[in-house]
C-alpha cells in the first residue's frame, strides 16, 4: 500500500499526559498537512509543510501542538498536556506541488485520540 | 476568509435512484473545489476536483460534479446510486490565486437503501 500511513490508529490517555502521533505521506509528496476532525464536523486545518519547512501554524490550536518534519519525509504532531477536549481523529494529508497550486491532498486513516 | 456550506445533513435516497450533494461555498478569488468522501473509521478518499474548465467534472465511482459560478454551487451527483455508496460526503474550497488552505463543510451522510 503506497498510501498515506498514520500510527497508531487509536491511542487512549489519561489527562495531562504528552502524545505524539506520526504520519508517513507518500513517498514523492513534498507537502503534508495535519487536520482534526470530531464528531459531525469536517476536517479543521492545524498545519503544513512544505519538505521541511512548516509554512503555515498558526491554526495550531495552542501552544500545547507542535509539529515536525525534520527530513521533509514522516511528520510527528504532538500535544503536550493532554485535555479531554482534544479528544478528536488526528488526520494527515499529503500532496505534491510543482509549480502548480491544484495539488490534490490524499489523507490517511487517521489516529483517534480518547482523553480520559 | 472562505467556508462552506453543506445544507442537508443527510440525503437518503433508493438504490438506482439518481443522488444529488449539494454544496454551496463562500471564497474571494477562483475557487479550486473538492469533494471527499469517507468511510466508517476510514480516512477520506478524494472523488474529484474542480479547478477550471469544464463545469461538469467527472470523478471516481461514477460521480459527477457540476460547478455553478453564478450560484457559488458544487452539487455532487450520480445518475445511480448504489447501497456501497452510503457513506459521509464532504465538500471543500480553497482560493485559488495563491495558496491557502483547504476549507471543509461539515459533511452530508448518504444513506441509500436497497
Known amino acids: 500500500d503506497t498510501g498515506v500511513s498514520q500510527n497508531p490508529r487509536h491511542k487512549i490517555t489519561k489527562r495531562g499526559q504528552n502524545v505524539t502521533f506520526r504520519c508517513d505521506p507518500i513517498?514523492?509528496?513534498?507537502?503534508l498537512y495535519w487536520y482534526r476532525q470530531t464528531l459531525g464536523q469536517g476536517p479543521e486545518f492545524l498545519t503544513y509543510?512544505?519538505?521541511?519547512?512548516?509554512?503555515?501554524k498558526s491554526r495550531l490550536l495552542s501552544d500545547r501542538f507542535s509539529a515536525e518534519r525534520p527530513k521533509g519525509s514522516f511528520s510527528t504532531l504532538e500535544i503536550q498536556r493532554t485535555e479531554q477536549g482534544d479528544s478528536a481523529m488526528y488526520l494527515c494529508?499529503?500532496?505534491?506541488?510543482?509549480?502548480?497550486?491544484?495539488?490534490?491532498?490524499?489523507f490517511g486513516p487517521g489516529t483517534r485520540l480518547t482523553v480520559l | 476568509a472562505q467556508s462552506v456550506a453543506q445544507p442537508e445533513d443527510q440525503v437518503n435516497v433508493a438504490e438506482g435512484n439518481p443522488l444529488t450533494v449539494k454544496c454551496t461555498y463562500s471564497v474571494s478569488g477562483n475557487p479550486y473545489l473538492f469533494w471527499y468522501v469517507q468511510y466508517p473509521n476510514r480516512g477520506l478518499q478524494f472523488l474529484l476536483k474542480?479547478?477550471?474548465?469544464?463545469?461538469l467534472v467527472k470523478g471516481s465511482y461514477g460521480f459527477e460534479a457540476e460547478f455553478n459560478k453564478s450560484q457559488t454551487s458544487f452539487h455532487l451527483k450520480k445518475p445511480s446510486a448504489l447501497v456501497s455508496d452510503s457513506a459521509l460526503y464532504f465538500c471543500?474550497?480553497?482560493?485559488?490565486?495563491?495558496?491557502?488552505?483547504?476549507?471543509f463543510g461539515k459533511g452530508t451522510m448518504l444513506l441509500v437503501s436497497p
Open positions: 513517498s514523492e509528496h513534498n507537502r
Open positions: 471543500a474550497v480553497r482560493d485559488g490565486s495563491g495558496y491557502s488552505t483547504l476549507t
Open positions: 509543510f512544505q519538505n521541511e519547512a512548516q509554512l503555515e
Open positions: 494529508a499529503s500532496s505534491f506541488s510543482g509549480t502548480s497550486s491544484t495539488d490534490t491532498q490524499y
Open positions: 474542480y479547478i477550471t474548465g469544464d463545469n
